[in-house]
C-alpha cells in the first residue's frame, strides 16, 4: 500500500466549478499535513497546510480526518489558472515530505 | 536571494559521467533537503541536512549518491557514473529546521537532468 493515495484524475471541470480532491495516507505517526500545487515542468508550491480543524484560504478549503487517515481539498468557483496538479503531503517526522502522486486538474473556459 | 537556488537547471551529461548538483537554501533556514521526481512519478526523498549534519542516508538511490553541505548553507549532490535510470528532475528544498513537522518546505525549481 502506497504512503500516500491520491486519484490522478484528470479533472476537467469548467471555471466557475466547485471540484474536490481527496487523499487517503497510511501512517497513523503522521504529524503534518499539506497541500502543494505543481504546475507543469516547475517546482512544487506550498498551497496550504492542513489542520483538523479545517481550514480556509479564499476559496481552496482543506480538511484533515485523523481517525480515518483522510485528507481533502476544496476548490470553489475555479479558474483557469487553478490548472495544475495538486500533491497531497504528509510529514510523519519532521524531516522527509511523503508526496502522493498528484491530482491533474483543468479548469477551461 | 528570497527562495532556494538551484544550479544548473538544466545538465546534459553522458552515461558514465559524474555529476554534481548544488541547492543554495533559504537564508537562516539550517534545514536542507533533496528530492528527485523521475518522469510520471511522485516525489521521492532522498536526503536531509540539518546544518551540515545528514544523520540518515538510506534514501540515496545507491552509493554513487553523495551529499554534502558546508557552512550550514550551499549542499552539492553528487551522483558518480551516472546511469540512464538516474534522469530524474532534483528538487531541493529547505526549511527554518528539521523535526518541526509543520514547517512547510520551500522548494527551488530543481535541476533537470538527463542521461544519454
Known amino acids: 500500500r502506497k504512503e500516500v493515495e491520491q486519484d490522478p484524475g484528470p479533472f476537467n471541470v469548467p471555471e466557475g466549478a466547485t471540484v474536490a480532491f481527496n487523499c487517503t495516507y497510511s501512517?497513523?505517526?503522521?504529524?503534518?499535513f499539506f497541500w502543494y500545487r505543481q504546475d507543469c515542468r516547475k517546482e512544487p508550491k506550498l498551497l496550504m497546510s492542513v489542520y483538523s480543524s479545517g481550514n480556509e484560504d479564499g476559496r481552496f478549503t482543506a480538511q484533515l480526518n485523523r481517525a480515518s487517515q483522510y485528507i481533502s481539498l476544496l476548490i470553489r468557483d475555479s479558474k483557469l489558472s487553478d490548472s495544475a496538479t495538486y500533491l497531497c503531503v504528509v510529514n510523519q517526522a519532521g524531516t522527509a515530505l511523503i508526496f502522493g502522486k498528484g491530482t491533474t486538474l483543468s479548469v477551461s473556459s | 536571494g528570497a527562495g532556494v537556488s538551484q544550479s544548473p537547471s538544466n545538465k546534459v551529461t553522458e552515461k558514465g559521467k559524474d555529476v554534481e548538483l548544488r541547492c543554495d537554501p533559504i537564508?537562516?533556514?539550517?534545514?536542507l533537503y533533496w528530492y528527485r521526481q523521475s518522469l510520471g512519478q511522485g516525489l521521492e526523498f532522498l536526503i536531509y541536512f540539518q546544518g551540515n549534519s545528514a544523520p540518515d542516508k538510506s534514501g540515496l538511490p545507491s552509493d554513487r549518491f553523495s551529499a554534502e553541505r558546508t557552512g550550514g548553507s550551499v549542499s552539492t549532490l553528487t551522483i558518480q557514473r551516472t546511469q540512464q535510470e538516474d534522469s530524474a528532475v532534483y528538487l531541493c528544498a529547505s526549511s527554518l529546521e528539521v523535526g518541526r513537522s509543520n514547517q512547510p518546505q520551500h522548494f527551488g525549481d530543481g535541476t533537470r537532468l538527463s542521461i544519454l
Open positions: 537564508s537562516g533556514h539550517t534545514a
Open positions: 501512517n497513523s505517526a503522521s504529524q503534518s
